[in-house]
T-cell receptor, first 116, second 115 residues
Framework: AQKVTQAQTEISVVEKEDVTLDCVYETRDTTYYLFWYKQPPSGELVFLIRRNSFDEQNEISGRYSWNFQKSTSSFNFTITASQVVDSAVYFCALSEEQTGANNLFFGTGTRLTVIP | DGGITQSPKYLFRKEGQNVTLSCEQNLNHDAMYWYRQDPGQGLRLIYYSQIVNDFQKGDIAEGYSVSREKKESFPLTVTSAQKNPTAFYLC??????????????FGPGTRLTVL
């Protein structure tokens, strides 16, 4: 079974629009960690944020914000006032405490295109 | 600068050949990982290593082999037994102890194409 689901394969928005990328996860572990990574056209994954299962506070970093809701097993990512440089593939990932090796389970990614 | 380097950036292989992808890190990280990325499938774990001279299979280890003779190096060999090796390969590393949810740092990747 897929541990991380990113149902949106591709999204296109016009510059300055807000956009939300969805992430739904599945785990039986009580301690786990959620991540978002950005993959620009160069290919290298860039770490954006980490959240542990005991911290449901939403977080804002500039134009980026994350909404973590354990009740719906979701960890959504919103970009406010999108820019062309935000165009990339975004991955949500899960790490479970019981795995012990810090392995990451990735979703299939959402390709975001910001149109100028 | 500290980071992860992968070489080569592009690699072409004839069918039936083994090829080795290099991954080196100078972050003094304990754990290293190899992922394969195919279009529309996200990243899948091939092998990982938490300590020198020890490594474990990931979800798709068949047709691949690794070694961890030095802490900073974790080369991946794609053997002729790998039926569909054309993909983008990413190496990553992280600090342990495990269970702390530390983020993984990624290299720039190697794009392998079988001719």
């Amino acid at each position: 079974a897929q541990k991380v689901t990113q149902a949106q394969t591709e999204i296109s928005v016009v510059e300055k629009e807000d956009v939300t990328l969805d992430c739904v996860y599945e785990t039986r572990d009580t301690t786990y960690y959620l991540f978002w990574y950005k993959q620009p056209p160069s290919g290298e994954l860039v770490f954006l944020i980490r959240r542990n299962s005991f911290d449901e506070q939403n977080e804002i970093s500039g134009r980026y914000s994350w909404n973590f809701q354990k009740s719906t097993s979701s960890f959504n990512f919103t970009i406010t006032a999108s820019q062309v440089v935000d165009s990339a593939v975004y991955f949500c990932a899960l790490s479970e405490e019981q795995t012990g090796a810090n392995n990451l389970f990735f979703g299939t990614g959402t390709r975001l295109t910001v149109i100028p | 600068d500290g980071g992860i380097t992968q070489s080569p950036k592009y690699l072409f292989r004839k069918e039936g050949q083994n090829v080795t992808l290099s991954c080196e890190q100078n972050l003094n990280h304990d754990a290293m990982y190899w992922y394969r990325q195919d279009p529309g499938q996200g990243l899948r774990l091939i092998y990982y290593s938490q300590i020198v001279n020890d490594f474990q299979k990931g979800d798709i280890a068949e047709g691949y082999s690794v070694s961890r003779e030095k802490k900073e190096s974790f080369p991946l060999t794609v053997t002729s037994a790998q039926k569909n090796p054309t993909a983008f390969y990413l190496c990553a590393s992280t600090n342990l102890p495990s269970g702390r949810g530390n983020e993984q740092f990624f290299g720039p990747g190697t794009r392998l194409t079988v001719l």
